[in-house]
């Protein structure tokens, strides 16, 4: 079955992201950011590197660039064309995550409610409808082998209702190399939390075992996540789960301007 959802744009991303995991996952500077190439050190990787990949795909993701150099990013990206929007990184230590989310993954879901076990996350429908559950709820899905951790390491949390619904998601994986100094570091976001089951603390909830589960089943040393300046909420629930604003670098995705700056953060 076909493990890729979205527009047109989307799906040859994904498809890309995916033909390119191998690559991204042994190149020095590379890293994989989900739904585009990317990377996390642009003067290791080469910037002719970098602006062949975004002349040809319209997006180009970059992670963990130092805060520092972020004005030398844009006008280096400006002179091309292109744009680029940053998100806040926040940030914490395996231990300091696992202590803020003991009580929160201790909370009993309501009784119509369930984590899904993620060995069924094979079955590429359901995958199908995780994805049409995240773009229903505003956020771009990644491939069907990243969810089910077929092409990444990779922890996907999902709840649904008695009857199958979905109500709400959180997925975490690695998305840095052996070449990195983030290789052990592990990322999470695509948190979405049905309409109708929202301000009762399901989302930070499925977020903590997703954080969780990246630690203890992945190994991860330390995690981080990307949220907009805007999005209170969602900086509320990273913090709960143990996470804390690291001002000393920013995440991004780089767009030709004639594809748009399409916001894909937290």
Request: a negative charge; charged letters at 20%.
């Amino acid at each position: 079955m076909e493990q890729y959802f979205g527009t047109d744009i989307q799906v040859r991303l994904q498809r890309k992201a995916d033909e390119y995991t191998n690559w991204m996952y042994s190149t020095a500077g590379a890293c994989h950011p989900g739904r585009c190439l990317g990377c996390d050190d642009p003067d290791v990787l080469g910037w002719d590197v970098i602006f062949a990949h975004l002349k040809r795909d319209g997006r180009f993701g970059f992670r963990m660039i130092p805060a520092n150099t972020i004005e030398a990013v844009r006008d280096k990206l400006s002179a091309e064309g292109f744009g680029i929007n940053f998100w806040n990184v926040f940030t914490g230590s395996a231990t300091d995550i696992l202590k803020a989310t003991e009580p929160l993954v201790r909370k009993i879901l309501p009784e119509e409610l369930s984590f899904i076990p993620e060995e069924e996350l094979h079955n590429p429908e359901l995958i199908k409808e995780v994805q049409t559950f995240l773009s229903n709820n505003g956020i771009p899905p990644v491939s069907g082998l990243m969810l089910s951790g077929q092409s990444v390491d990779a922890c996907t949390k999902v709840v649904r209702k008695s009857c199958g619904e979905i109500v709400a998601m959180a997925y975490g994986y690695f998305a840095h190399n052996d070449h990195s100094e983030h290789s052990n570091t592990g990322w999470g976001g695509l948190v979405a939390v049905d309409a109708n089951h929202r301000g009762n603390g399901l989302g930070v909830q499925v977020n903590a075992e997703m954080v969780r589960s990246c630690i203890t089943k992945l190994g991860a040393n330390s995690f981080y996540e990307q949220v907009s300046a805007e999005n209170k909420i969602s900086q509320r629930m990273v913090e709960r789960c143990g996470l804390k604003l690291d001002t000393t670098v920013l995440c991004g995705i780089a767009s030709s301007e004639e594809a748009g700056l399409q916001l894909w953060g937290q």
